[in-house]
């Protein structure tokens, strides 16, 4: 397959690297604690590797899987190392109590990240609306995604069918506030009764 690099060593970050590297990606973590990430990688295995947090990504798709409030700041950190690559942005900027959102319209996470990135750097927003422990589960389940540049977008979209999720396009970075929104109302329904174990899907009747 290919070489996928994630920035972070949180929940999400094993469950999208260890998903991946269960078909066929090799994973690259990259964390400001490097012993974390070597942790994941040994848990992971599959040849899954740890690079220097701020250096180059190996992989062609760059997952920033860290929270959101750090985002920006540690994409702006890696700078010129990040140009020719694909960013997928997971984050969901919750308030406090995650009844709504600390972004507003027109300047979601992953539009903030597209303006500290290089010139030229895709930005895709995917894997917000996925719970880490029903992402785990290596179920089939619906991946809402949206962001700018077709050819990133169709790329994000490819990865995304390797790991056995069905990639629905919902749109151009615009639309990434939305997909905010919908992280809001997949957590409204988790605490609500629905529990942890659900996912959002789209489905023709």
Do not use: C
Request: net charge negative; charged share 15%.
């Amino acid at each position: 397959m290919t070489t996928i690099s994630i920035i972070g060593s949180g929940n999400m970050a094993r469950a999208i690297g260890a998903r991946a590297a269960n078909h066929g990606h090799t994973i690259e973590f990259m964390s400001r604690n490097t012993a974390k990430a070597q942790a994941l990688a040994d848990q992971i295995g599959n040849g899954a590797t740890v690079g220097t947090f701020g250096a180059r990504p190996a992989g062609d798709i760059v997952i920033v899987a860290v929270l959101f409030a750090r985002a920006v700041d540690v994409v702006a950190r890696y700078g010129d190392a990040l140009t020719g690559k694909i960013l997928v942005d997971i984050t969901n900027p919750f308030n406090a109590d995650a009844s709504g959102l600390v972004t507003t319209e027109g300047n979601s996470v992953s539009q903030q990240i597209a303006a500290a990135a290089p010139v030229g750097v895709h930005v895709v927003k995917a894997f917000n609306t996925i719970l880490h422990d029903v992402l785990a589960q290596e179920k089939p389940v619906d991946v809402f995604f949206a962001g700018d540049g077709p050819e990133a977008k169709a790329r994000v979209a490819a990865f995304l069918e390797s790991l056995d999720m069905r990639p629905l396009d919902a749109g151009g970075l615009a639309m990434t506030y939305v997909l905010e929104w919908a992280g809001i109302l997949l957590v409204g329904l988790a605490n609500n009764g629905a529990g942890f174990d659900i996912a959002l899907e789209a489905k023709a009747l």
